[in-house]
């Protein structure tokens, strides 16, 4: 249920990019999303709308919160593993700098209240 609440937690975000990533394609989907899970399977967004996604709730065993410096920003994410260790799904946190590149306090916040929420690194 942990992972459930985690993921339902970010769905209600403005602004943040889930990217589902395979070796031969990637998918994007911006919040905010419905969600609601059905036995093993969560799933984001509406069966019946443009874009959507389910995830297995028995294959995602942990998920961490990561700051990335980068040259002109921090890049801020929630990334979702599997057993091995391998990245199935992240959350990317968009629209954190303004036209300036200052970080958006509130924002910056906003994440910062997630992830003391719910830790830096989760094991589900």
């Excluded at 031969?24 to 911006?30: F, L």
């Excluded at 990561?66 to 040259?71: D, S």
């Amino acid at each position: 249920m942990l992972l459930l609440e985690l993921l339902s937690e970010i769905v209600k975000i403005d602004d943040v990019l889930f990217i589902v990533k395979s070796e031969g394609a990637t998918s994007e989907v911006r919040s905010p999303l419905s969600i609601r899970q059905k036995e093993k399977w969560i799933t984001m967004g509406e069966n019946d709308g443009p874009a959507h996604m389910h995830v297995d709730s028995e294959l995602i065993r942990s998920a961490e919160f990561v700051k990335e410096e980068k040259p002109e920003r921090t890049s801020f994410s929630v990334r979702f593993y599997n057993k091995d260790g391998d990245r199935v799904l992240a959350a990317f946190f968009t629209k954190m700098y303004d036209d300036s590149k200052t970080l958006v306090s509130s924002r910056e916040k906003m994440y910062d209240d997630l992830n003391q929420k719910f830790s830096s690194k989760i094991n589900f």
